[in-house]
Structure formats: C-alpha cells, structure tokens
C-alpha cells in the first residue's frame, strides 16, 4: 500500500514537470469553451453543424433509430443503415467502396497501421497529420517524410524506398490550407512500385462542385489507391470513410483494429452525414463560402500578403513566429470580437507559430470585411 502511494507521488511530480515544461515553452494547452465570438477558427465551413434545416431534417427521424449501435460492426452494430450509408458516399466520391469510421484519427491509424507490411516503405509529407503519422508509427514499414509539396525531393525518397511503397499526403493540408502538387506527384509516381494515399479531410465538402474533394474534382479517382474523407470538418458531424476498392474494405474489416474493436458509429450520427450530403447538392452554400475566401483576401492589404500562407481554401493561415507572440497577437483580436486561435509550437514547427484562421459560408461580409481591418491594423503597428 505505502509503496504504491509512494509510485503515485512520484508519478505526480513527473506530470507536473512535463507541464512545467510545456509552460516555459509557453505552449501549455488548456480547454476554452467558445464564447459567442465570430467564429474564425472552427472546421464547420459550411456551417452545416448548426444548419437549421440539416437540424429539423435531423428531428424528423429521431423516432425511427435506436440512439446506439451496441456493438462492433463484427458484432451487433452492422446494419442496413451502415450498409447504404457506405454505398451513398462511395458512389458520391466516385469509389468502389467505403468503410466507416469513428473519426478520421481512427480511419488513419486502421488504414496505415495495417495494410503497409514489414520490407514496405511509406513516404509521406512533412507536414501530415498526427493522425498520418501515429498511423505510420504504428506499422512495421520503414517511413521517411518528403519536405512539404517538394516532388523532387519526394523522388528522391522513391529512389531509396523498398518493398511496396506507399506515399501519402493531404489534398488540402489543415495547418497551412495549401493544395498538393496531386497531378505532378501522380505523373512521377507511375515510373515506381508506389501508391497514393490521400487524406481530403479540409477538401470534403469544399473542394469540388458538390464538395466531392480534390482527387474526384481532378477527375483521378482512378489514379488514387485510397482517400480518407472525414465528416467531422464540412460536414458538420463527426466520423470518416476510407475509400477504395471492395478488397481494401475487405481487408480493413478484417485487420484495422480500429474498426474492429470499437462500438460502430450511432444511427443518429449516420443520419446526420446522410442529410449533410444531400445538402451539398445544393450548391448555394459552396459558393458563398468560395466568395467569402475572395473577399476575405482581397481585403488584406496587399503589403501584408506575405505573412499568409498561399491558400485558395478555406483555411488562410497568418505567420507569427513565436509562441509568445502568436498567442499575443491571437488575444487582441479575440478582445475585439473574433474567435481565432494561435496554432504553437510544437503542434507547428518552431517559427512557423500562426493564427489559424477558417472562413465559413456563414460569416458575414461585414464580419469578414471587419477582421480583414482589425488584421491590417494591428500588423501596422508592428
Ligand atoms: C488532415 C486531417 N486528417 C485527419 C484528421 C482527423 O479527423 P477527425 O477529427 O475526424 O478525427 C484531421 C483533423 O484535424 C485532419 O486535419
């Protein structure tokens, strides 16, 4: 008993050290619950998870479902529902087939933690996500990361890779809203033994003519071994698909422990994504978003442009090297109204500190016009 007391003090203080560190560093996090500012930083860029219609579409069928699936899709919580769901998207997104997840987190680690075997290799963009990463980490395949969007350096990568290769990158990245190079990577990929893997969680329900993602609206569905698209972003629920051939399906149902030991998506939430997609048909929402990115950065003044990052999406990410500076800079614009967050290090590589800021369909032309001047402002008073 004394001895185990004795492991948790010390277990305390070495928790505490680790958040000491993460203080120094001025990188401490701490949960905030958003506070009725304009919304500038959340992932909802249609705004579908407050739509009105979306929400009362939602209630119709509330009566018609079981609030949860009570089991593994192995088990009891596969369903007809899940069935067609899968079938919907996939046809949506021009696939094969799609297999369910949880979260796009879960649909990363089950496809990258499973399929790539021991001798195989991953090479994958500097600048993935966690999610892509921690996948990899978990596979026994050798990995090397490519400088962000460089496909020379990629080849040399290639040049070097063994086994079956897989590569894989985000169409639209989440921190800096850039696109991938996919057709320049796609041409240099076909003189290898090498797949693509292309995560479009910030290019679901934005990019495309319906929101169908990068790789369909290029048209190189064919050219693409898997997609990972996530509905907890656009599409204003939670969960994601991996998308690909009925074999891959096949395989992840039975080696993607992510997928098999967990309790399946709740019949609500697969109601949500359905409604949700059968919006994006209409296109109304689509293009006000597009035309409050235009006007968002035709309002930033010209002399400011290089401290954004080169987005056409919706993600327009302001450079502010330092921690300290970046939550500085993040405060002032909060106390005059608008919900932005600094993105620190080390989520970012050090010196890339930033404010992340998200356009959506529903903010306002004064709202946007108006951070545009609070930006240009205070950026002049540097
Ligand atoms: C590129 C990318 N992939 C995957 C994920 C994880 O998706 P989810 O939030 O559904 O777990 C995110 C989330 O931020 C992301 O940005």
Not at 153 to 162: C, W
Not at 224 to 251: C, E, M, P, Q
Not at 311 to 335: F, K, M, T, V, Y
Request: aromatic share 8%; net charge neutral; hydrophobic share 40%.
């Amino acid at each position: 008993m004394h001895l185990y007391f004795c492991g948790m003090k010390e277990l305390d203080a070495r928790l505490k050290k680790r958040l000491e560190a993460r203080k120094e560093e001025h990188a401490y996090r701490q949960l905030t619950i958003p506070s009725g500012l304009i919304d500038f930083c959340s992932n909802d860029y249609l705004g579908l998870s407050a739509n009105t219609k979306l929400r009362a579409d939602l209630l119709q069928h509330f009566m018609a479902y079981p609030i949860g699936s009570t089991g593994s899709r192995l088990i009891s919580g596969h369903s007809l529902q899940a069935q067609e769901l899968e079938q919907k998207l996939a046809a949506y997104h021009s696939a094969e087939a799609a297999l369910l997840f949880n979260s796009g987190y879960t649909a990363n680690l089950g496809l990258l933690a499973t399929v790539p075997q021991r001798n195989d290799t991953i090479i994958y963009d500097q600048l993935s996500h966690a999610s892509i990463r921690e996948g990899i980490q978990l596979s026994k395949a050798r990995s090397f990361a490519f400088r962000h969007n460089d496909v020379n350096h990629l080849k040399e990568k290639l040049n070097r890779a063994t086994g079956q290769i897989f590569v894989v990158i985000e169409s639209v990245y989440s921190m800096d809203g850039d696109f991938a190079p996919l057709s320049a990577i796609i041409a240099l990929l076909e003189d290898y033994k090498a797949v693509l893997i292309v995560d479009e969680a910030h290019a679901t329900g934005v990019i495309g003519d319906k929101g169908e993602g990068l790789v369909a609206s290029l048209g190189l569905e064919e050219k693409v071994w898997a997609r990972i698209v996530t509905f907890g972003k656009a599409i204003g629920s939670h969960g994601a698909i991996v998308l690909g051939n009925k074999l891959l399906a096949d395989y992840l149902v039975n080696y993607a422990r992510s997928f098999i030991y967990t309790t399946a998506m709740p019949p609500h939430s697969m109601k949500a994504i359905e409604l949700a997609y059968e919006m994006l048909e209409n296109r109304g929402l689509l293009e006000q978003l597009r035309s409050n990115i235009c006007l968002f950065k035709g309002a930033i003044d010209p002399v400011w442009k290089d401290q954004f990052i080169e987005s056409d999406s919706a993600i327009q990410s302001l450079l502010c090297p330092g921690n300290e500076q970046a939550r500085a800079l993040a405060r002032s614009l909060q106390e005059q109204g608008f919900d932005l967050r600094a993105i620190l290090s080390p989520t970012v590589p050090k010196g890339k500190e930033r404010i992340r800021i998200c356009i959506h369909a529903f903010n306002t032309e004064s709202q946007l016009l108006d951070l545009a001047k609070a930006i240009n402002k205070k950026l002049g008073e540097k």
